[in-house]
């Protein structure tokens, strides 16, 4: 079962919700509003696959306590629609651009479906995609994790377009390098599906224009925790883990990751964790 009691409910969001709570193999946990996870907010008028900023609920942005907003869409997606966060919530902006999956990036799999490029995109493809992007990707997700480590910069939220991949990979590799069992970092990834249910149906006039079925992407908007899972097992089988990976690929040294896990485990107790 999918525990959605992490959301954080904010009018205007769906998907705005705290990593905080786990509990790690060795029995630590991960620390409550420490790093939030979340779709893109924007000005009202702005796109509806977005969170709409909702004016009403300016204390409740305060009282989140940012100091720092990552925005990991592409470049071009930053500039049709600028984050709101930051502005709304007082914090600090890193863009740490991602182009993958949307205009410009060769991972562009609704261009694809809708050209008939791609007949169908299930979840052996979706896997492919996040083996990918964890393989091209790793001096952006290790700039990112960076920023997490910071203890200067937390509370931090991370955000791409719906919260979903991008995201989603980012915090699976956070969560799994401080102890989070699979099993829990993959119902945290798919979390999204229960919270943005039916994604497909923003864009089916897309698919139904162009003569194709909607259903042949419905998985594209999903978060299927098989895809989750699997990634998971690549990097244990090609890295050795998690860590061996972020060591790797996305050049972090010793002291970033013991950072990350001094900054965002508590004993027990309540107390920091000293591992």
Known sequence: ????????????????????GYITRHGEIVGRRRVLRGEALVMPG???????????????????????VIDLRASNEMFRAPTAWATVCDADLVEIPIAEGGEGADTNYVRMLLS????????????????????????????????????????VLVHCAAGKDRTGILIALVLSALGVPDDQVVSDFAMTGVLRPN?????????????RDPEVARVLFESPAESMSALLTYLGTEYGGTVNYLRERARLDEKVIADLRSELLQAECGELATE
Do not use: C, K, W
């Open 1 to 20: 079962m999918i525990d959605t009691e992490r959301r954080i409910p904010i009018p205007g969001t769906s998907n705005l919700r705290d990593i905080g």
């Open 46 to 68: 702005g796109s509806a696959s977005y969170a709409i900023y909702d004016r009403s609920a300016d204390e409740q942005y305060r009282q989140l306590n940012l100091r720092t």
């Open 116 to 155: 008939g490029e791609m007949h169908s995109f299930g979840i052996e493809d979706m896997t492919r995609f996040y083996i990918g992007l964890v393989e091209r990707r790793g001096e952006q997700l290790g700039q990112a994790i960076r920023v997490l480590a910071d203890r200067n910069r937390l509370p």
């Open 199 to 211: 994604r497909i149906n923003t864009y089916a006039h897309l698919f139904i224009q162009a003569d």
